[in-house]
């Protein structure tokens, strides 16, 4: 898993909780690295869900409400450090419909390891798309909170559904703009 999505981790919980916090969950995580992340590092899936599992018994939140909150804030941090990608995306649904042919390309080239799930688009409309997210990691609640992030970054209104389909770790993302 990408560098930074560890270091923006922390850096959420330092700025949501606090340092000492971020710390705590470091240490009782137990990880091999003991939370020594970089931006640029590559490390296991395991690190998140030690992470994780510490996040739910710290807080009484579940998996999916964590994963969620935390792809809200990653949007931002994401769109800021790579601000490029974002170039000529004037809504969510334009970010969306440019996930695998453009933006996860842009990635690749910084990360040519990176192990990304795929957005394939179904259907696409002046206000809605539908899309294919298929991720062994099973992280759409992330997806939802990054789709969200954008919607929000971008000043957009969106209501979206998610729903698993027969292939295991595969689900059908519908995202409608709101008129405003």
Known sequence: MLGI??????DMLEEKV????ADEVL???NLD???????VGYYPFS??????????????QSADELLYGFGEYLF??????????MTGK???????????NDIHVQVRKLYPDADLPTFAVLSR????????????RNLFKLAEGLIDGAANHLGNKVSHSVEPTDTPHTYIIRVEMESQ
């Not at 931002?76 to 990608?85: K, N, Q, S, T």
């Not at 409309?125 to 062994?136: D, F, G, M, T």
């Open 5 to 10: 999505v560890f270091t923006t981790l922390v």
């Open 18 to 21: 606090s340092p000492e916090f």
């Open 27 to 29: 240490v009782e995580a």
């Open 33 to 39: 690295n003991d939370g020594a992340f970089t931006a």
């Open 47 to 60: 690190d998140m869900e030690k992470i994780l599992t510490v996040l739910i018994n710290k807080t009484g």
């Open 76 to 85: 931002g941090v994401l769109a800021g450090a790579h601000a490029e990608v």
């Open 90 to 100: 004037m809504t969510v649904l334009d970010v969306l419909d440019s996930l695998d």
């Open 125 to 136: 409309a002046s206000n809605v798309i539908e899309l294919e997210y298929c991720s062994q």
